[in-house]
Nanobody
């Protein structure tokens, strides 16, 4: 397993969680990475993306101003700080990595651009 997510759990409406995605083999430090999520019965959707050096990030409109994506190259880990959580944020969260284009300026928002995926971590927001 190359990408390992952690940090999911149950949180109340308005609460915060931080997800982590560890690059177990130290493979993706030069590549863009992203978070996607999938709610029950729905398709997988883009949440946030970051370039290899963190210079460029993208967010889905639904999470702008509430979520922050970051990465620590020394720890080979990407993070998703989630604040002001809402029930509609409930989903399985997946981290993903591109392994084709090194040091690109593009923080890709489409799943098509990501070849390696983690197993997912459940986030549940309760009322």
């Amino acid at each position: 397993v190359q990408l390992v997510e952690s940090g999911g759990g149950l949180v109340q409406d308005g609460g915060s969680l931080t997800l982590s995605c560890a690059d177990a083999r130290r493979t993706f430090s030069d590549y863009s990475m992203a978070w996607f999520r999938q709610a029950p019965g729905k398709e997988r959707n883009f949440v946030a993306a970051i370039t290899w050096n963190g210079d460029s990030v993208n967010y889905a409109e639904s999470v702008k101003g509430r979520f922050v994506i970051s990465r620590d190259t020394d720890k080979n880990t990407m993070y998703l700080q989630m604040n002001s959580l809402k029930q509609e944020d409930t989903a399985v969260y997946y981290c993903a990595a591109n392994n084709r284009v090194r040091r690109t300026i593009n923080a890709y928002t489409r799943a098509f651009y990501y070849q390696v995926w983690g197993q997912g971590t459940q986030v549940t927001v309760s009322s």
